[in-house]
Structures are given as C-alpha cells and as structure tokens.
C-alpha cells in the first residue's frame, strides 16, 4: 500500500531526511518513532504529497505521492490541525465532504457512523467551544470523510486525558478491521507499542531500526533477570519494596546467586524474567548512536599529540 524508495530530504546543506526505504502492507499500523528533529513529521508530509523530496519516492495508494489523485485516498491528521471554530462537527464535516465530493447522502451517513465510533457528545455544539479531546475527535473524523485507503496520523492522542487517549488508540486500531492503512507517529512509545504492528526508529534522518517490536528486542535488547533472595548478598540491592534483588543477563548467572544464597544460608525466593520496553530500546539505540557520534566528533577535532622532540643520539 505504501512503497518508499531512497527518499531524501535536504534543506540548503542540512539533510532532515536520509535514504529512506520502507513498505507498509495493506491494514497495517506502521509506526514511525525518533526522537525531536529525527525526520518523521519531515518524512509524513513528504508521504502526504505536501513536501517534495529531494531524491527518492514515495508511493501511496498506487499513485506518486506528489500525484494530486493520491490526496483521494488519504486521510492526513497533523500534529497541529485548526478546525473552525465558530462551526459545528456536523457542519464542519459536511464542509469537507463536499471539498471531496462526497454525495450528501453518504457524507450524512459516514458523519453520524464515525462520530458514533468516536463517542463523541455534543454534536451540536459550536467547535471553538469544545475540550481538546473533543475537537481531536472531530480532526479524526475530517481524516475519514473522503473514506481513504491510508491515514497518517501525527501525534493523535498527543494532551488528551487518560480516557480520551484510549478512546482514540481504541479507534485507531480498529481501523485495521476496515483494511485502512496507518501510518502513526507518537512520542508516547507505549501508545506506540500498543498499536502499531511495525516500526520504524529513525534518528538524525536515516532509520536505525526497523521491524515488529519483538523483532527489535530481539536484535537490540536484552533479556535480564530479576532475582530476589531472602539473605543480604554482595551482589544484590535492596529494592524499594523492603527485599533484596540482584539483575543478572544469563542463567548461569541466577544459579550461582542461588549457590551463594544457600552458602550464606538463605535462599532464592524469587526469579523474573524483564523484557525491554520499546521505550528502553529506543533510549539504549538512539542513546548508543548519539554516543558513538559523540565519540567519532570528539576523535576528529582532538588536536594531534604533541610527539616530545627526539633528542639526537650520542654518536658511540
Ligand atoms: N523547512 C525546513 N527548513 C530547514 N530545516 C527544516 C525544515 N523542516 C524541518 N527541518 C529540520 O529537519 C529536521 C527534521 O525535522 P522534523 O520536523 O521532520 O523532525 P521530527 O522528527 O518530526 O521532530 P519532532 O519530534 O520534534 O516533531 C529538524 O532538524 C528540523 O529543524
């Protein structure tokens, strides 16, 4: 549904964007993670048809993203998106509606349906007047009127209050059951991780992961074990909750915590077993590139060591 191909974004001599290619399969939710100034809002707009790359492609919907038929079958949610506020949701989606030529009819229909899923109440009620989850809402709605094949949602839930949020995560992923194609960007990574079916990490404009979540705990992460004992051992800490607990990476290790607590006389009273977040394999691999730069500039600019004068050997 949506192919892109060594796409490229450069500003004067500053690349946002760097040799970008991925696939996102029909009814997928993709995610797209980096931290600020990665190169995500710069790679959707390019998605949506509003920015021109620089080199590469990107496909949408079997059209160029730059072709003006794409925008047919896209539904594009910005991070920030004004509505009209002296508007009502009813009014206010009929309006667009009819930019996409909808017939009044189906656009009457599609409104009441989508604002149903959505719960949103006080349909009458004038926008400018309405909370921030309620006005996210009628943004969500204006991204399905035309009924696309893709939406590409930037920050959905971003401020919204605990139940608005999973309100619209709900929302967004039921929309695979419509076969819809998402592409979600979010820097909340458990939204992320909750909804989306792959990723992409991108970091100073190139893509540094990609894959399911799993997929990239398992080439990144690390798999650690929490083992509590019951008796004060060099290698444990005490925890918050009035225990001891030492964290190990292997099995070989947990068994010779359990030989020591027994030495000691005591025990081993429990074993658990921690997966990294998406959160923390964001932050070990952006923070390892973000390191690995800052090591590379440091060994460029280091003035060279001054070697000390060799003195002229003593003819023998
Ligand atoms: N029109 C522009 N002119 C010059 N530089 C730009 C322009 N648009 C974006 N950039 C730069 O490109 C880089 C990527 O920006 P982009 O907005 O895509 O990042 P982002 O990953 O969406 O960040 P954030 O999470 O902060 O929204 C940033 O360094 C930004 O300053």
Known sequence: MIRVSGLRKTYGDFAAVVDSSFEVETG???GVVGPNGAGKTTTLKMLAGLIEPTTGSAEVAGFDAEDSAMR??????PEESPLYEDMTPKSYLRFFADLYDVPRSTANDRIAE????????YRDRRIGDMSKGMKRKVAIARSLINDPDV????????GLDPLTTNSVLEFTRELRDDDKTVIFSAHNLYHVESVCDRIIIMNEGRIVARGTVDDIRAEYGETTYHVYTDIDLPETEPTSDGRRRAIVDTMDAVESLQDDAE????SVVDIRTHEPSLEELFLD?????????????????????????????EPQ
């Open 263 to 266: 030495t000691a006389g005591g």
């Open 28 to 30: 997928e939710i993709f």
């Open 151 to 158: 939406l590409i949602y930037d920050e959905p839930a971003s």
């Open 72 to 77: 047919h079958r896209l539904g594009f949610l």
């Open 114 to 121: 989508t604002l149903d899923r959505l719960e949103l109440e």
């Open 285 to 313: 691999i952006t923070g390892r590139q973000m390191a690995g730069a800052r090591t590379a500039t440091a060994t460029e600019t280091e003035p060279p060591v001054e070697e000390p004068p060799v003195e002229p050997e």
